[in-house]
C-alpha cells in the first residue's frame, strides 16, 4: 500500500484508557491532513471509532508462571511478524504508543525498521510497557508534570502535552461549574471505568441510608454497575427508598459528566483526564490491583491539585462515605473550589500538543524515512 498522504500508526489496545487518547489524537491528526491508522489487539477493535483499524496480536514478559511468560513471549513473537508485515506494507511516517502490552509488537517492529516513535504516557507512574519500550522512543509524551519512572537519561526526549480527551469533553472545558442550589437536588454521578466497580455497589447503598433523610431525597444519583451487579444494587436502593438510574454503561458520559455536581470514580487515566477537562470535583476510590498501582499515583496527584478526595479502597465505608457526602454538600464552596482546581490541573489542548509533537518528530526525521516509512520499505 503506497500513498503520498503523510500516514502515522496508532498502537494502542486493552482499555479505554489506552485507546480513547488514541481516538483523540487521531481526530487532530485528521485535521492536520495526517491519515491516521490504529494497530490494537481483539480487545481494543471495538473502540476504534472510524479509524482504519489493524488487529495484531499484543504480549510481552507478563505472566507469573513460566508457562504464562512463555505463552506471552510467543503471543509477542506472532505480533512482531503481524506488526513488521503491516508496517511494511502501510508505510507509516511514525507510530505513537499509548502502553498496554498490546503496543508493544508494533513499536518494537517500528523501531527495529528505523521507524520513528513517540510514546504516551497517561498515568503518573509510567507503565509496564512504556518502560519497557522507554529507551527506542524519540520522544515521551507524558499526561502529568511529574512521572515516576522515567530512565535517567530521559530528561531530554520527555514532553508534557496533557492527556488526549475525546473532543466531547473538550468542548466542555469552558463550561462553568455550577454547585447545588440551596435545597435543591445533588447531581452525583458514579462511573466504574470501563470495567465497571462492584465496591461502590456495595457501599454507596449503604452510605445513603446512613445520611440524613432531608439529604437523601435530594440525591439523584446515576450510577455504572457490572451487568451481573445491577438487580441486586437495584435492590439495595429499593430497600432504602431511592430511585436511581443504574446502566452498565453510558454513551453520554460527557454530559452527564458536565452536569454532576459530584462524581464517585475509580482513578483511571481516562477519568482522570476527563474529570479535569470538564472540571469536576470528584471523590477518587483507585483500583487497588492496577498495575503498578498506578490509579493511586493518578489520585494523589489530583488530590494533591485540589481537585479530588481519595479514599483507598481498604478506607471505603460506608460511614466514611456518608460523611464525606456530608461535608461537601453542608460547604458547596468545597466543590467550586475542588472544580476549579480540577479543571487547573488539566491541560488545555493536550491532543493538539500531541499531534504536534508528532509532525515535529517527522519533520526531524530523514526525509527518506518519511517517505518510505523506515528500512522496512527500502
Request: net charge positive; glycine share 10%; charged share 20%.
Amino acid at each position: 500500500m503506497t500513498s503520498d498522504r503523510v500516514r502515522v500508526v496508532l498502537a494502542a489496545g486493552g482499555t479505554g484508557g489506552h485507546v480513547f487518547p488514541a481516538e483523540a489524537l487521531a481526530s487532530q491528526l485528521c485535521e492536520r491532513g495526517v491519515e491516521p491508522v490504529l494497530f490494537t489487539d481483539h480487545r481494543g477493535v471495538s473502540f476504534h471509532g472510524e479509524m482504519q483499524v489493524r488487529r495484531i496480536r499484543g504480549g510481552g514478559i507478563a505472566g507469573k508462571t513460566l508457562s504464562q511468560r512463555a505463552r506471552s513471549m510467543a503471543a509477542l513473537g506472532t505480533g512482531l511478524l503481524e506488526a513488521s508485515w503491516a508496517l511494511r506494507r502501510l508505510r507509516p511516517s511514525a507510530v505513537v504508543g499509548f502502553g498496554s502490552y498490546a503496543s508493544v509488537p508494533t513499536v518494537l517492529a517500528a523501531s527495529f525498521a528505523g521507524i520513528p516513535v513517540i510514546l504516551h504516557e497517561q498515568n503518573a507512574r509510567l507503565g509496564r510497557a512504556n518502560r519497557l519500550l522507554a529507551r527506542r522512543a524519540q520522544r515521551i509524551a507524558t499526561a502529568f508534570d511529574v512521572v515516576a519512572g522515567l530512565p535517567e537519561d530521559s530528561a531530554h526526549r520527555v514532553v508534557r502535552t496533557g492527556m488526549p480527551v475525546r473532543p466531547s469533553f473538550a468542548r466542555l472545558r469552558d463550561r462553568a461549574y455550577q454547585p447545588p442550589e440551596p435545597g435543591g437536588a445533588i447531581r452525583v454521578l458514579v462511573l466504574g471505568g470501563s470495567q465497571g466497580a462492584r465496591v461502590f455497589g456495595d457501599v454507596l447503598p449503604a452510605a445513603v441510608d446512613r445520611l440524613n433523610a432531608r439529604l437523601r431525597t435530594r440525591l439523584l444519583i446515576c450510577q455504572q454497575c457490572r451487568p451481573e451487579s445491577l438487580d441486586a444494587v437495584e435492590d439495595a436502593y429499593r430497600r432504602i427508598g431511592i430511585h436511581v438510574e443504574l446502566a452498565s454503561f453510558f454513551d453520554d458520559v460527557p454530559q452527564r459528566l458536565a452536569s454532576a455536581h459530584l462524581l464517585i470514580a475509580r482513578a483511571g487515566a481516562s477519568t482522570i483526564a476527563e474529570i479535569t477537562a470538564v472540571g469536576c470535583p470528584a471523590v477518587l476510590v483507585p483500583y487497588p490491583f492496577a498495575a503498578d498501582d498506578h490509579q493511586t499515583a493518578n489520585a494523589q496527584a489530583i488530590a494533591e491539585a485540589g481537585g479530588a478526595w481519595l479514599i483507598p479502597q481498604a478506607a471505603l465505608t460506608p460511614e466514611g462515605l456518608a460523611a464525606r457526602l456530608e461535608e461537601v454538600v453542608a460547604h458547596p464552596q468545597m466543590l467550586c473550589d475542588a472544580a476549579a482546581a480540577s479543571r487547573a490541573a488539566g491541560f488545555e489542548r493536550a491532543a493538539g500538543r500531541l499531534a504536534d509533537l508528532v509532525l515535529e518528530v517527522i519533520g526531524s526525521a530523514p526525509r527518506e524515512t518519511i517517505i518510505t516509512g523506515g528500512r522496512l520499505a527500502a
